[in-house]
């Protein structure tokens, strides 16, 4: 997976918010925020090179089954190159 857009995870009054970059702000109208489960798994983006390595970190880092660790994951990178932010 390739970070197309640059995004900034900010925690802003208790919420975790990804802010678009400088060379994202203009294509990007607005802010994201994303659960503390996005957060992690966008921290982990640049650490790992596939999906499945995300699942293993996942479970690694919370108490969960593995479908929902693959679930998770899979929705918030599906809103992440719908948006055209990753690859």
Not at 11 to 21: D, R, T, W
Not at 46 to 61: A, G, H, P, R
Not at 64 to 71: D, F, L, R, V, Y
Request: aromatic letters at 6%; hydrophobic letters at 45%.
């Amino acid at each position: 997976m390739k970070i197309k857009k640059e995004m900034i995870l900010r925690e802003i009054a208790g919420e975790n918010i990804l802010v678009p970059g400088a060379n994202a702000v203009l294509e990007l109208n607005g802010l994201f925020v994303v659960t503390e489960t996005g957060a992690f798994i966008w921290k982990n983006l640049t650490l790992v090179e596939s999906e499945e390595e995300l699942v293993e970190k996942m479970l690694d880092e919370y108490e969960i089954g593995k479908e929902t660790a693959e679930k998770d994951i899979a929705e918030f990178l599906n809103k992440l190159r719908d948006f055209g932010i990753i690859d």
